[in-house]
């Protein structure tokens, strides 16, 4: 059964500061592994998916990489802003037909000004 | 990409009731999701919800207490019965794209008093 974890759950930065956010999964036999970013109360949006066959995504000020023999997946934010504050899951996809997304529990980050 | 909008966006039920949440995609689709998120918490999977037959669910869940129809491939609507507060939570419709990135509607925020 896959497991996904986000460490820690949450994070306080100055302005300005780079940041990694880290994600782990225990199996490696994934079809992609997704970011999503969360607002309270609201729903998720997608902010970079990488497929198993690729090492990194960019959009933006974000980079994700992912490492699928070490199952590990990172989110890098450049530059971080008060807008960044949100929360952010990362998702992984088993291959298999019928495979559901799997979850980690999401990081809080919170931008000070 | 996929474009996903819920109703309604919020509301606020009496105990006993039920509660209709729609969901009408952008493009067609074959995969599409109900997920529960409880206050605080991580995404739960309720169940796949299946065009033109039965929706799948998840362990925990079943057809009695969260019926839910797939008239076609832009349209879904999940209905919570006989609610009691304990369902209180944001419940979200997502889909899943031929490219396999998975997109989650705004969410519909239930309180069940």
């Known amino acids: 059964k896959q497991e996904v974890t986000q460490i820690p759950a949450a994070l306080s930065v100055p302005e300005g500061e780079n940041l990694v956010l880290n994600c782990s999964f225990t199996d490696s036999a994934i079809y992609n592994l997704q970011w999503f970013r969360q607002d309270p109360g609201k729903g998720l949006t997608s902010l970079l998916l990488i497929q198993s066959s690729q090492r990194e995504q960019t959009s933006g000020r974000l980079n994700a990489s992912l490492d699928k023999s070490s199952g590990r997946s990172t989110l890098y934010i450049a530059a971080s802003q008060p807008g960044d504050s949100a929360t952010y899951l990362c998702?992984?996809?088993?291959?298999?037909?019928?495979?559901?997304?799997?979850f980690g529990k999401g990081i809080t980050l919170s931008v000070r000004p | 990409s996929a474009v996903i909008s819920q109703k309604p966006s919020r509301d606020i039920c009496q105990r006993g009731t039920s509660l209709t949440i729609q969901c009408q995609v952008d493009?067609?689709?074959?995969?599409m999701f109900w997920y529960r998120q409880q206050p605080g918490q991580s995404l739960t999977l309720i169940a796949t919800a299946n065009q033109g037959s039965e929706a799948t669910y998840e362990s925990g869940f079943v057809i009695d207490k969260f019926p839910i129809s797939r008239p076609n491939l832009t349209f879904s609507t999940l209905t919570v019965s006989n609610m009691s507060p304990e369902d209180s939570s944001i419940y979200l419709c997502?889909?899943?794209?031929?490219?396999?990135?998975?997109?989650f509607g705004p969410g519909t925020r239930l309180t069940v008093t």
């Open positions: 998702a992984a996809l088993l291959i298999g037909a019928n495979s559901k997304l799997t």
């Open positions: 493009s067609q689709v074959t995969m």
């Open positions: 997502s889909v899943r794209t031929s490219g396999y990135e998975q997109y």
